[in-house]
């Protein structure tokens, strides 16, 4: 397998979800700074021009966080990064959609993408606002979900907790948000996974 990714993008959940597994893998970091995900090699990969995009061993290429993670989590059950419990399963997954579906693009992307959001950077303010308003709100219903949880579906690590790590982190380390405090502890939990140091060390991060 291989895993094309940015630093410090998304994709860090997906590293951090093949270092949970074990398994031999490659890296390659594609160079967005160069906008190398708009150009060949790459867009011969991934049309999309964007990560994480996983090649499989039979050549195939899986694109969209979600997928990738269901699809390593499918193929690694020795891993158990799937609950058990059909509810648990779930609700885990509605979270994951939930900040990949709504937390990052319609907040942390406003911040970090603010150009994409209007032509006029007059108001590159309001729009950065409103972003930290979604990513608040956002980081305030994923809360609720954690409480009485030291994971996002109970006492194990899932898929789902790869997903909010990343939202987590940008907010923790690049925003300088408080999050509030299931948030919090489920961040600091992630951060002293030895597979999340892992990931963060092989990408250049702390």
């Not at 006029?120 to 308003?133: I, L, M, Y």
Request: charged share 25%; with cysteine; net charge neutral.
């Amino acid at each position: 397998m291989k895993l094309y990714y940015a630093p410090g993008t998304c994709a860090i959940g997906i590293h951090v979800l093949l270092e949970e597994i074990g398994k031999p893998y490659e890296a390659e970091a594609v160079n967005f700074r160069d906008g190398a995900q708009y150009k060949p090699p790459f867009v011969g990969v991934n049309p999309k021009s964007k990560v994480p995009t996983l090649e499989r061993d039979d050549g195939s290429i899986l694109t969209e966080f979600p997928v990738i993670a269901r699809w390593l989590a499918l193929q690694n059950p020795q891993a158990d990064l799937i609950p058990k419990d059909p509810e648990a399963d779930i609700r885990a997954m509605e979270v994951m959609e939930y900040v990949v579906g709504t937390i990052h693009p319609q907040g942390v992307t406003r911040l970090f993408r603010t150009e994409r959001f209007t032509p006029s950077p007059a108001d590159h303010d309001k729009v950065k606002a409103q972003g930290r308003e979604q990513i608040e709100k956002g980081f305030a219903v994923v809360d609720k979900a954690l409480e009485g949880k030291n994971y996002v579906a109970g006492d194990r690590l899932s898929i789902a907790d790869a997903a909010l790590f990343y939202v987590e982190y940008w907010g923790a380390k690049r925003v300088g948000m408080q999050l509030p405090k299931n948030c919090a502890a489920h961040f600091e939990r992630m951060m002293a996974r030895p597979a999340v140091q892992r990931a963060l060390k092989a990408e250049g991060l702390s």
